[in-house]
């Protein structure tokens, strides 16, 4: 699967792991930065390169990791299309793109080590949306939401 990645500082060495497990995976990892590690980066703007590109189909799904996982969500879910969360479980990674169609999974390095980050990425790139009805349904009203903000 093409992946677009990314992460400030917080993040960027979980980043670098996980970007490294998932090529050699067999992923297709687009790694939008940081590209070095800077401590006085700040997460908006490897969010939104990370958003943009999920958002722009340049990617089918994005990770990202910051301290919390919590600022990348925030800063992510203000793209149109973009349906992202933290999940620092396994059971959310795959049930959170199942369900609700998540397109962009959120990790904190201040709170996830490197092996479970890499099942809870796993989990979440062998997901599929179910399509099931109920769900459309749900999803459809999130998606109500954001024709009504951004018409
Ligand atoms: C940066 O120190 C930290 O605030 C950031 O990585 C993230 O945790 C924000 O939610």
Do not use: W
Not at 62 to 87: E, H, Q, T, Y
Request: proline fraction near 2%; charged fraction near 25%; hydrophobic fraction near 40%.
């Amino acid at each position: 699967m093409k992946i677009a990645i990314g992460a400030d500082h917080g993040g960027y060495h979980l980043k670098e792991d996980l970007g490294a497990f998932l090529s050699a995976k067999g992923h297709e990892v687009i790694d939008l930065g940081a590209h070095v590690f800077e401590p006085d980066d700040d997460y908006p703007d490897f969010a939104g390169a990370v958003a943009g590109a999920v958002a722009a189909g340049g990617a089918e799904r994005g990770i990202l990791v910051c301290g919390s996982g919590v600022g990348a969500s925030i800063a992510a879910n203000k793209f149109p299309g973009i349906r992202a969360a933290v999940c620092h479980d396994t059971f959310s990674a795959h049930q959170g793109v199942e369900d609700d169609d998540m397109n962009v999974l959120c990790l904190g390095a201040r709170i996830i080590g490197a092996e479970l980050a890499r099942e809870v990425a796993e989990r979440f790139l062998s997901a599929r949306f179910s399509g099931l009805e109920r769900h459309q349904r749900r999803v459809g009203k999130v998606k109500g939401f954001e024709r009504d903000f951004t018409t």
